[in-house]
Nanobody, 125 residues
Framework: QVQLVESGGGLVQTGGSLRLSCAASGRTDSRYAMGWFRQAPGKERAFVAGINWSGTRTYYEDSVKGRFTISRDNAKKAVYLQTNSLKPEDTAVYYC??????????????????WGQGTQVTVSS
């Protein structure tokens, strides 16, 4: 079993930034692909960003390209999501997830084995 715990969420104004962190523990494997998803009020959970096990390939949902950056530090068993130029539309609970997934399938939520409990990001207008 792998446990994932997100942190770094909060309340920011439009244009602000937050750095979300996801700390992993338990029977972790550095070969896990990692993803960030978010769920806004009244909407389905959606893919935000993904990164392969070595950190050499990243994937982003179109609306966050150029604003968000996913990264990982396997030595620290952590994955990060730097969120810049935040908009009210980015308001959501952000979740990290882990699984043995190849890049082309990283957006598929059903392929992830482990999920965190989420961290709230609220962007005020």
């Amino acid at each position: 079993q792998v446990q994932l715990v997100e942190s770094g969420g909060g309340l920011v104004q439009t244009g602000g930034s937050l750095r979300l962190s996801c700390a992993a523990s338990g029977r972790t494997d550095s070969r896990y692909a990692m993803g960030w998803f978010r769920q806004a009020p009244g909407k389905e959970r959606a893919f935000v960003a993904g990164i392969n096990w070595s950190g050499t390939r990243t994937y982003y949902e179109d609306s966050v390209k150029g604003r968000f950056t996913i990264s990982r530090d396997n030595a620290k068993k952590a994955v990060y999501l730097q969120t810049n130029s935040l908009k009210p539309e980015d308001t959501a609970v952000y979740y990290c997830a882990a699984g043995f997934i190849f890049g082309g399938d990283m957006y598929k939520q059903g392929l992830y084995d482990y999920w965190g409990q989420g961290t709230q990001v609220t962007v005020s207008s």
